[in-house]
């Protein structure tokens, strides 16, 4: 029984540390929100038309 | 004994396809509740250009519209630039809550921000005046 127990928390434990990594992992991906904003941007500031216009 | 190291060995393994999808990010920007947002900011943005040209109107750091100079429309029209200003600055901030909500990272609607701040401020056209880190205004 005493063992069973060390086993549970053991586990219980190594768990906690592997989530910990995981939500370390998830960093903000500043690469891919910088490429949303230029997204949004140039669809409410109708940026994409302009440049093509300016291309012609 | 051993039977534990079989066992954590196995957790490890269940884990180990979170971590690799943690890596691989891409912002969803596809919602209904930004695509409102878009839109109205769409709508408002031909009356907001005319004051951004006249430097009526200038972005600041943290991804908003603020009066940079009152003088630079009629006594009459100043309601209506001000009232442009806090509807414009109410869709952003709503924007940049709903990609962190989206992307089920309510806490990154800060860097959403500080990164729409700079984005604007890039994408502007020449002429345009934003708020430098200082809070001084300068023209693009």
């Known amino acids: ?56 | 004994m051993n039977r534990a190291i079989l066992y954590l060995f196995l957790m490890v393994l269940f884990f180990v396809p979170f971590v690799g999808y943690a890596g691989e990010a891409n912002l969803e920007v596809n919602t209904p509740a930004i695509t409102n947002l878009k839109q109205s900011m769409q709508a408002r943005h031909a009356q907001l250009a005319a004051n951004y040209e006249n430097g009526a109107v200038g972005f600041t750091t943290d991804g908003l519209l603020a009066m940079r100079d009152a003088s630079a429309v009629s006594l009459a029209q100043r309601q209506v630039v001000n009232s442009l200003i806090s509807a414009e600055n109410q869709d952003r901030n709503a924007l940049y809550r709903e990609i962190a909500r989206a992307n089920n990272h309510p806490e990154w609607e800060k860097e959403i921000r500080a990164t729409f701040g700079q984005r604007w401020i890039k994408l502007a056209k020449s002429g345009w005046w934003y708020q430098s880190e200082n809070g001084s205004w300068v023209q693009k």
Not at chain 1, 36 to 49: C, F, R, S, T
Request: a negative charge; aromatic letters at 12%.
């Open chain 1, 1 to 56: 029984m005493k063992k069973n127990f060390s086993y549970t928390s053991l586990s219980v434990l190594f768990g906690m540390f592997l989530s910990a990594c995981v939500t370390i992992n998830i960093y903000f991906p500043a690469a891919a929100a910088e490429k949303a904003a230029d997204k949004i941007i140039g669809e409410v500031w109708q940026l994409e038309e302009n440049e093509e216009l300016d291309d012609q």
